[in-house]
Every structure is written in structure tokens, then in C-alpha cells.
């Protein structure tokens, strides 16, 4: 049975041969030009209505700007401009903390994410971790991105299959790809990870002392700085902490980085040293610190000091 065919059929005009087949082509629809625009004009406006309800305050921004070049010109944009540096520079100045957290840290997590969005395809195809499923590639979710000063954060939402162990194998062509010096893999949970990217070494000099803080709280005790160059924080209210290590690996710096912490609820009575090791004695103290101390000696000393003091009052 001869099959049916639809379309239309081209007559070719300069072929010589007769016995030619045919060329078939499906039937062309000329859409007006009214139609296109109107389209396309609805589809930039959803995109607007779309961004504006996803980022209002970049769109009511955006939306003040364009009223004040069309009422003021740009004289009125230039005093606004200049306006919001001597803002941000006053408020980096006085409150750095609270700039940080609201303007530096944001700022640093967008580019850095977009960054890695851009590099991403490229470098999970060329690492083996782009898996092909019937016909189609599939890549692993890139999720958010943490950045500090030495360290990206990278949550990764595996494809179904994948484990931890593909990308640890890989783990120098992702340092490599992304323009790190290492890359660490942490499992958060089951079907995601984590990839800490080491952008700078925070331990490549020393770490110089925290400064003792006015009000010590025991939930937080901020006793150093951890690779990634964040406060490093100890909870000693309701829970023991156990300190283990070869000799030479700064045990005893942490305790003394703990009671120099502590120093202003030593002083004031609501803490004490119970017990304190001879051996640690003036471990980056000052003589007057360890004299406001005055660590106690083992409870053994103390027993015997206790007996001695009865034979006397027997005697």
C-alpha cells in the first residue's frame, strides 16, 4: 500500500533528470507581521511583571531612577548616585559589622555564584560528572553558594545514581576548572553535597590573638579562626569539651586561648579555673593575667595542704 504524504510539492525547475524523485516539504503559514509583535510584546511584558514580583525592590529602584531622569534629568541621577556612596562609605565607616552582613557578604555570594553558574556545564562535562540518559545530558543542580574571603560553599543536588565518591575522584579537576587551590567534598544529606572550594590559605600566617571580648558569653566562646578564616567559636555552658593531641599540637594554646576569652568572668567571680596543667604556665598570658588567675594546683596538693593544716589544729 502506497503511503500518504502530505505537503507540498516542488517542481524542480533545473534538475535535467527526469526520473528525479520529488521533494516534499510541509506547507508554509505566513503569519502576519501584527501578530509577531503583539507576542513578543506580551512576552516582555510578563517577563517585567515576573521580575518585578520576584525582586521588588531592584524593580522599585529601577522604577524611581527612570522617574527622576525623565522629571530631572541627569543632574537629579548624579546627586542621587553621589548621595548613596557617602551613605554606604558612612555606614562601612561606623558600622562595619551590620555592612558586612547586609551589603558585602550578599554581594560577594551573587558573584561568586554567578561565576560558577557560568563555568558550570563546561566543567562537569569535561570532569565525567554529566551523565547521558536516554539522549539527553543530565547535569548535577547547582544550588547556593556561601562565599567568605578564603572559602566557597557550593550546594550540589546529585543526579539520581551519582554518590559522593564520583566527585571526590574528581576533585582536582574541580579545584583546577574553578580556579581553586583545593576542593573539599561534604555529604549534607542523602542525594546532595557540598564542595568547599579553598580560594586562599588563612592559615598561611599566624593568627594573631582575639582581641579579649567585654562580655563573655558561654554558649559562643570565640577562642580562634578556622580555615576558612570565621571566628571559631567553643560552647562551654552544659556540655564537657575534651582535648586530644600529639605532642606540639597547640593544646595547650587552647586552653590558654579559652581562659584569655574568659578573662573579664574570671575577674568578676561568675567563672573559675578549676584545675590548670604547671606545665602550660604563662602560655600566651601576661604576668598579670596569670596573677589574677592564679591557677589551683592538683587536688592531691590540695588534700595534703588540708591534712596538714588538722595536725596542726590537733596539736
Known amino acids: 500500500m502506497r503511503k500518504v504524504v502530505t505537503g507540498s510539492q516542488v517542481a524542480q525547475l533545473r534538475n535535467p533528470d527526469p526520473f528525479a524523485v520529488p521533494a516534499w516539504r510541509s506547507p508554509v503559514y505566513r503569519t502576519p507581521g501584527w501578530i509577531v509583535i503583539v507576542a513578543q510584546l506580551a512576552r516582555v511584558l510578563w517577563r517585567l511583571a515576573r521580575f518585578a514580583r520576584r525582586h521588588p525592590l531592584a524593580a522599585a529602584v529601577t522604577a524611581l531612577v527612570g522617574w527622576l531622569y525623565v522629571t ?41 555564584g554567578w561565576r560558577y553558574r557560568r563555568r558550570w556545564p563546561s566543567v562537569m562535562t569535561i570532569s565525567g560528572l554529566a551523565e547521558l540518559y536516554q539522549a539527553r545530558v543530565l547535569l548535577p543542580v547547582l544550588g547556593k553558594v556561601t562565599a567568605t574571603r578564603h572559602v566557597d560553599r557550593v550546594a550540589v543536588r546529585l ?66 579562626r578556622c580555615e576558612d578564616g570565621m571566628p571559631w567559636s567553643i560552647r562551654l ?17 587552647l586552653i590558654w586561648g579559652m581562659i584569655r576569652a ?23 598570658l601576661r604576668p598579670d593575667h596569670l596573677q589574677a588567675l592564679r591557677p589551683l594546683r592538683s587536688r592531691r596538693a590540695g588534700h595534703r595542704r588540708h591534712a596538714r593544716r588538722r595536725r596542726r589544729g590537733d596539736a
Open 237 to 253: 555552658r552544659g556540655t564537657h569539651l575534651l582535648l586530644a593531641g600529639s605532642t606540639g599540637a597547640g593544646k595547650a594554646s
Open 72 to 112: 530631572a534629568g541627569w543632574p537629579a541621577l548624579a546627586i542621587l548616585a553621589g548621595s548613596a556612596v557617602l551613605v554606604l562609605a558612612v555606614w562601612r565607616w561606623h558600622w562595619p559589622v551590620s555592612f558586612s552582613r547586609w551589603i558585602t557578604i550578599p554581594a560577594r555570594n551573587r558573584w561568586r
Open 159 to 224: 543526579v539520581s545514581g551519582q554518590s559522593p565518591e564520583d566527585f571526590a575522584h574528581v576533585a582536582d579537576n574541580l579545584a583546577h576548572g574553578f580556579g581553586a587551590m583545593l576542593c573539599r567534598i561534604r555529604e549534607a544529606r542523602r542525594g546532595s553535597l557540598v564542595l568547599e572550594f579553598v580560594r586562599k590559605d588563612a592559615l598561611a600566617a599566624p593568627v594573631p590573638a582575639l582581641p579579649i571580648p567585654a562580655r563573655v558569653d558561654f554558649a559562643a566562646l570565640p577562642v580562634g
Open 262 to 284: 574568659l578573662l573579664p568572668a574570671l575577674l568578676d567571680g561568675t567563672a573559675r579555673v578549676w584545675g590548670a596543667d604547671p606545665q602550660t604556665d604563662g602560655a600566651g
